[in-house]
C-alpha cells in the first residue's frame, strides 16, 4: 500500500481520443481554470464572485454579472458540452438513472463516500481544505453535484449540471492554489499540487466504475445501451471537469483496467480519512431511522469490504452481515419488481434507500438547492 500510484502504465489507447501514449495524469492539472481561480485569490475577488454565482444555478441562466472580465471570458470558453457530446445518449442516461438512481445513490453516497476516506491522498486534501472544517456542508455540496449529475434534465437547458460542473471545477482550482500554502497539508501529502486529472480519474473510479460493479454484483438488469449511455454521462462529466480527453476511459473495460491501476493499490489508512469517515457516517445515519449503527456499519463493509472497513474502525456485526449478505441482492430485484418475494429484512434495506436517497435529494437540507461556493482560504481548525 502507497499514497502513490505504480508508474502510469495506462495507455491512451484506451481513452476518448484513442491516442497512444502513457502520459501521467497525476502531473496534469487544469491550464484553463487555475489561473482564473489564483487570480480571484489573489485580488481578493472570491466573496464577490460567490455572491454573484447565487443567482447561476441553471444551464440556460446567463452568466453572471458583475464579475471579473477574465472569468467571464473564461466561462463563455467551458460552459458548454464538449463537441462530442451525443444528447441522445445523455437522454438516455437520465432514463437510466431514474431507473435504478436508489441503488446508485446507495452506492454513490453511502459506499463511494465512505471509500473515499480510504484514499489517503484525497482524505487529507479533504481535510486540511475549508471543506474538512465543515463536513456536513461539504457532502452536501458533494450530493448536489451527485444529485444535479442524475437530473432528468441534467444536460438539458433547465437542469442545473453543467453549471454544477464548471463551479466544481473552479472550487477544485482554488483548492490548487491554497493548500499548497498550508504547512500541515505540505507535512502530511505526498502530493505538491493537489486534484491533479489523476486525481479526479481516481475519483471517478472510487465513484462510477465502483458503482458499475456494483450493479452487476447485485444483479440489476442493464442493457448495452443502458450501459454505453451512463458512461457517457460520466465521459462528459469528467471533461466538464477539466480532465483531458486522452484519460477519458472510453469503455467500462477501459475504465476497469485504469481503477486496478490508480485506486486498488493506493487504498489505506490515515488519521485524517478516519476522522472523516467518522463523521460521514453519523451525517448519513441520522435519516436512515430503523438501522441500527451495528447494521450500518455491516451494510458499510458490504459496500466497501472488510479491509477498507476495518481501516475505517467499523465494528463487526455477523448477525448483520449474515442478513446483509443473503438479503440485499434480492431486496433490490424485488425493489426494481422483478421478483414478488420480499427478503427477510427488506423494511431495513428499505429505510436505508429511502435515507440515502433524502440525502441525494434534499442534500440534508432544505430547500433542496445548496450553493457551491468558491474557497478562499483552508481549514483554521488544522
Known sequence: MTDMPRAW?????GSIAGTDSTTDPFGVWDTAA????????????????????????HNNDPLPGGVPAGLTSYLKQVSTLPSWADTDLLARAQEFNKKVGSFLFVSYGLGSGMMSTAIPVEARNVYYSAGGADMKARAAKTFTFGYDLMARDAFDPTGNFIVTANKTRLVHAAVRSLLPT??????????SIPISNGDILRTFASVSTFAHKNLQTWGVPVSAAEDAAWLHSWQVALSLLGVEERFIPRSW????????????????????????????????????????????SEFV???VGDQVADWLQLPVDLISRAAIKAGWPSFVLFDMGLTDVAPAGAET??????????LFLDNGTSPRYVPITIPSANNPNT
Open 301 to 303: 463493509r458490504y459496500l
Open 253 to 296: 473495460s477501459d475504465a476497469e483496467s485504469q481503477a486496478a491501476q490508480i485506486l486498488t493499490p493506493v487504498l489505506g489508512p490515515t488519521p485524517e480519512g478516519l476522522f472523516l469517515a467518522k463523521t460521514l457516517l453519523g451525517y448519513v445515519e441520522k435519516p436512515v431511522a430503523g438501522a441500527d449503527t451495528g447494521f450500518m
Open 349 to 358: 434495506f428499505t429505510k436505508i434507500v429511502q435515507g440515502v436517497s433524502l
Open 34 to 57: 487555475d489561473p482564473v481561480a489564483a487570480s480571484l485569490l489573489k485580488n481578493g475577488e472570491v466573496a464577490a464572485v460567490n455572491t454573484a454565482f447565487q443567482s447561476w444555478i
Open 182 to 191: 498550508d504547512a500541515a497539508w505540505v507535512n502530511a501529502t505526498t502530493e
Open 9 to 13: 502504465a495506462w495507455s491512451s489507447k
